[in-house]
DNA sequence: TGCCAGGAAGCCG
DNA sequence: CGGCTTCATGGC
């Protein structure tokens, strides 16, 4: 066994309303996830900062998440970028309060949110990711998607070893920039989706197309309809990524099915409901309708 | 085995 | 803008 003398970490603060054990069931669901790994209650996983791999590993500790870094200490802009990336990642910005006094007398969410207290919506920092990941998950069962997902990160991707475990990072879009159609379909992709997702990569690779753009101060329906703008890029996924990725707590995927679903067993109904019944449920959850569509996501897998 | 899956583009009126 | 058709492929 080596030492490992380069032992470091940072710590993130943590609100009161947030769950770690939350956290670990939302990351756990599936066995195929290549991103991460969970090992006693903490998350491994590999960010690339500029081409410098940073193996982190995230636990959580009295009122912040410990994030330490297990191949090496980073440069100082590494370490800046891996703290900043797991406070996106688990949402810590977001003041939870007015959510849940609104929950608190909503028939539909609040038994819910209090069975899952301190869930946040766990995210995608890199917009990349979020579209790529959304336009994969588009008209499949997600047992498929995260079968999609698997091969094209362990195509693409980089990766290191550490303590004989494998951790990948999501290839980035100059890698998937240079690639064809033919390249994806083997792997199962539609020839439709792979178009969609280098096509998204392409523009990314070229400048065109940042998360900068999306996230100053912009208003909700300006965004949407930005991304809505971009092919392959439709109504529920430019909700997905607002929600997943871009901070917005009122976006809606409201056509997705997972959301139809949850809404069908929590309300006891013969049938899933309809747009126009759940725009009536989704008056009183508004600007809070990305988190209301998580938490009822999350109960889906009691 | 047939319906379903964390939809979107393209076309038509 | 609203509705209809096509695409695509595995899961269960």
């Given at each position: 066994m080596i030492p490992n003398?380069?032992?470091?970490?940072?710590?993130?603060p943590t609100p009161v309303e947030f769950s770690f054990e939350e956290s670990l069931v939302f990351l756990?669901?599936?066995l195929q996830e290549n991103l991460h790994r969970i090992q006693n209650d903490r998350i491994i996983k590999l960010l690339d900062h500029q081409g410098e791999l940073i193996l982190i590993g995230v636990t959580h500790a009295e009122q912040h998440l410990r994030v330490e870094f297990l191949n090496g200490k980073p440069s100082e802009a590494g370490q800046r970028t891996a703290a900043d990336y797991v406070w996106e990642w688990f949402d810590l910005k977001t003041d939870l309060a007015p959510f849940y006094e609104m929950a608190a007398g909503d028939p539909v969410l609040q038994p819910i949110v209090k069975r899952h207290f301190g869930l946040r919506v766990l995210g995608f920092p890199d917009l990349f990711e979020a579209m790529a990941w959304a336009i994969t998950g588009q008209q499949i069962n997600l047992t498929f998607a995260y079968t999609?997902?698997?091969?094209?990160?362990?195509?693409?991707?980089?990766?290191?070893?550490?303590?004989?475990?494998?951790?990948?990072?999501f290839p980035?879009?100059?890698?998937?920039?240079?690639?064809?159609?033919?390249?994806?379909?083997?792997?199962?992709?539609?020839?439709?989706?792979?178009e969609y997702i280098i096509g998204i990569a392409t523009e990314m690779a070229k400048g065109?197309?940042?998360?900068e753009n999306f996230?100053?101060?912009?208003d909700a329906q300006t965004v949407e309809k930005e991304?809505?703008?971009?092919?392959?890029?439709?109504?529920?996924?430019?909700?997905?990524?607002m929600m997943k990725c871009l901070g917005f707590t009122s976006a809606f995927p409201i056509a997705d099915v997972g959301l139809h679903n949850a809404l069908k067993y929590q309300l006891e109904m013969e049938k899933k409901p309809s747009i126009a019944e759940i725009e009536s449920y989704a008056e009183n959850w508004k600007g809070w309708e990305a988190y209301a569509t998580?938490?009822?996501?999350?109960?889906l897998y009691e």
């Open positions: 003398t380069n032992s470091s970490y940072v710590r993130v756990n669901r599936s999609l997902k698997k091969r094209f990160v362990e195509a693409y991707g980089k990766s290191i070893v550490y303590e004989n475990e494998i951790y990948w990072t980035s879009c100059d890698e998937i920039a240079a690639l064809a159609v033919s390249d994806l379909t083997p792997m199962q992709y539609s020839a439709r989706k792979a065109n197309l940042v998360k996230i100053n101060g912009k991304l809505v703008a971009i092919r392959g890029i439709g109504p529920w996924s430019a909700n997905y990524v998580f938490y009822l996501w999350r109960s």
